[in-house]
């Protein structure tokens, strides 16, 4: 090749735009050669003497990203030959370690150890990250086990490759051609997984298919189980509950039926004699229309113990969500999955996990945490987390979620005492539960970008790095995320960093603050406050905000709907009067009027409207942020986040009209100065929602 060649090469590759399909896996050259020098002079070679899959993967993405940030080839070999300077990869019983954990020593020669292939693997990945965010490898010294055992995705897809609550195209999983065809991004999926931490994966939607557990299907889930193994991930299906109608022609799908055990003991028979390390079934049961054991007079306990008795013997489990609630539209819905469960707590096999959604509702922007969490001590409880942005504005709004997982995790339920967080229950330290697990919906999809909102990339990281360790900070997470992603310029990342930070809070402050929920058209995108018809109250926006002449907000207190007693005496005394309830969660647990002085010394009406307007106008102050390091950013990148910048600013404001103008009717009261009233009225902004609802 001729040295034009070489260089027109060249330049076309610096040239090209990132179109972010290498999410923060990028390994770029580190510009910096004293720092490149320092590190290449400890990774000169990889030694591997193993021919274990993990182990093997472990080795390649090391060599693929050292050779990409030292810009020289780093060879695997079986021994170093006596020569310093090497990476070596080794499994060995260190006490400190658990199953997946890892340790890295070192300095001339730097050893990654796991207890087993997968805490290698995690190591390796764990050094590439201290190299890309340029940490010093000076006597190196990093320990780490993961605080959770199964770190998983959740992923709604459907048979038909649509994705429910899905924003950034379709499936990944391309069902009609496979077995046989690998698509070689089902790999870069497994591998981006690892790189945080997931061992998990379940790869078909909730509201399930019977399909999934055909002889069939069953061939191609156990292709991308292959593809899966070697990165320490196990695959895992939703079902459909009754299957054994469906597929296995029984006449009923009853628990305690005997030949409806039968028929579940074969299927798992089945299923493991292809995937042999298949990890097990998560269930939606008598939940929003789909079936379950109620359907036959049965519980949910009748219902996880038969397939968990099935799944057993080789050593897969079940986990059955919590996410339920009945249409009887008298009770209040917050209470329905504590009232529930909470009676069957100790009565689920050893091998079942009941996964609670974060908060009592649905994945709002902000909600307290699940009462469920802390008072079922003899049940493991697994954390439902959705990555991908239902009620957060999909793929057009910014919100970095890291905020709202720990919010959520560090919650105290009190269950033990002050400092019995919701992290706690879920990792198992204080009820001693054997079975831990925590999941999130996953946000990715078919766009080349994976999720959409190239910065909303964050959200997927930040589960996989908060799965591992849910005391790592945001603002740590987020650091990482955009040196490893966007920039490793310091300035850059400051600002890009609190950009993230604050997103969160400026989509609360303009589409639900003070604790209002659900005030969401159909698709769960356009402001609706004013809905009030529906199939079942519970619904409707009115249901949840309930405002009046009077005021606004659901009371949950004795004198309301009474959801407040699930929750344990010490935070009931906090939540129970509207003077000590957090601001966050007052309209959650209060009916407060219009012109109660709240302690912001603004009066309800006047908060609200502060919120909003300020919340709609700080989107403005993020497009300024993200306009300031253009300059650091990849153009193609640059322009994509600029664009859906502008489309928030403008949802921010119809947010905020279509609220202060719709309460306004109830408060009647003025928009307090220095906010402008809205140039538009309430019908015209019905009629811009009306819009997006038009078939
Ligand atoms: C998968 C909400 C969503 C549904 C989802 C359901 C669930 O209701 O809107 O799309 O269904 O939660 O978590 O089961």
């Known amino acids: 090749m001729n040295f034009k060649l070489i260089f027109l090469l060249l330049l076309t590759t610096l040239c090209r735009a990132d179109d972010g399909y290498r999410l923060w896996l990028k390994y770029d050259l580190i510009k910096d050669a004293t720092k490149r020098a320092a590190y290449a002079r400890s990774a000169q070679f990889i030694v591997l003497n193993s021919t274990n899959p993990v182990l093997k993967t472990a080795a390649d993405e090391l060599q693929t990203g050292l050779q990409g940030l030292l810009g020289k080839t780093v060879p695997i070999v079986a021994n170093a030959g006596g020569k310093t300077g090497g990476i070596l990869l080794t499994t060995s019983p260190v006490a400190e370690l658990t199953n997946e954990g890892y340790r890295i020593t070192g300095k001339q020669n730097i050893t990654i150890t796991g207890k087993t292939d997968a805490g290698v693997l995690y190591g390796a990945f764990a050094l590439l990250r201290h190299l890309q965010t340029r940490q010093s490898i000076d006597r190196l010294s990093l320990t780490s086990n993961p605080k959770i055992q199964l770190r998983m995705l959740n992923h709604w897809d459907n048979v038909d490759a649509s994705i429910e609550r899905g924003y950034a195209g379709q499936s990944l999983w391309k069902w009609y051609e496979l077995p046989e065809r690998i698509d070689p991004r089902y790999r870069d999926y497994a591998r981006a997984n690892a790189s945080i931490g997931i061992n998990g994966t379940v790869v078909n939607n909730v509201n399930a298919s019977s399909r999934f557990l055909t002889a069939e299907y069953l061939q191609k889930v156990a292709a991308l189980a292959n593809v899966f193994r070697p990165y320490g991930i196990k695959i895992y299906l939703s079902i459909y509950f009754p299957a054994p109608k469906t597929i296995g022609k029984l006449k009923t799908a009853d628990p305690l039926d005997p030949e409806v055990n039968q028929w579940w003991v074969d299927k798992a028979n089945e299923i493991y004699k292809l995937i042999p390390d298949f990890g097990g079934f998560l269930v939606k049961a008598n939940s929003e229309g789909q079936p379950g054991p109620q359907d036959y007079g049965r519980n949910h306990a009748d219902g996880a113990n038969m397939l968990a008795k099935a799944l057993a013997p080789h050593n897969g489990i079940v986990i059955w969500r919590a996410f339920v609630y009945k249409a009887d539209g008298i009770s209040d819905r917050f209470k329905a999955a504590y009232d529930e469960f909470k009676p069957l707590d100790g009565q689920f096999e050893k091998n079942v996990i009941v996964q609670v959604k974060n908060g009592p509702i649905d994945f709002q922007p902000r909600e307290p945490f699940s009462p469920i969490f802390g008072t079922m001590p003899q049940t493991p409880l697994g954390m439902e987390f959705q990555i991908t942005q239902e009620y957060l504005g999909h793929a057009t709004h910014l919100v970095y979620e890291a ?268 928009i307090p100065a220095p906010f402008k009233k809205p140039d538009r009225t309430l019908q015209e902004v019905k009629e811009l929602v009306d819009i997006y609802q038009l078939r």
């Open 403 to 670: 905020p709202l997982f720990k919010e959520c995790l560090e919650s105290d339920t009190y269950a033990g005492g002050r400092g019995s967080t919701v992290a706690k229950v879920v990792d198992g330290s204080l009820h001693n539960y054997k079975l831990t697990a925590i999941a999130g919906v996953a946000n990715t999809g078919s766009d080349r970008n994976w999720t959409g909102h190239p910065l909303t990339q964050a959200n997927w990281y930040a589960f996989g790095r908060l799965a591992w360790d849910h005391t790592l900070t945001s603002q740590a997470i987020a650091n990482e995320w955009v040196t490893m992603t966007l920039t490793p310029e310091p300035q850059s990342v400051k600002t890009v960093t609190d950009l993230l930070l604050k997103s969160r809070e400026i989509y609360v402050n303009y589409n639900t603050p003070l604790g209002l929920s659900r005030p969401w058209t159909g698709a769960h995108f356009a402001p609706e406050p004013w809905q009030n018809r529906s199939s079942r109250p519970d619904w409707t926006a009115v249901y949840y905000h309930r405002a009046d002449s009077i005021g606004l907000g659901f009371d949950r207190t004795v004198k309301g709907s009474q959801a407040l007693a699930q929750y344990r005496p010490e935070v009931q005394k906090q939540w129970n009067n509207p003077e000590t309830c957090p601001l966050p969660y007052l309209l959650w647990f209060h009916h407060v009027p219009w012109t109660q002085k709240l302690n912001t010394d603004r009066t309800l009406w006047e908060e609200l409207c502060t919120r909003f307007y300020t919340g709609a106008e700080s989107v403005g102050g993020m497009q300024n942020e993200w306009a300031s390091v253009k300059k650091d950013i990849d153009p193609e990148t640059f322009a994509n986040v600029a664009g859906r910048l502008a489309t928030q600013q403008k949802e921010a404001i119809w947010w905020r009209d279509a609220w202060v103008l719709y309460l306004q009717e109830f408060a009647r009261q003025p």
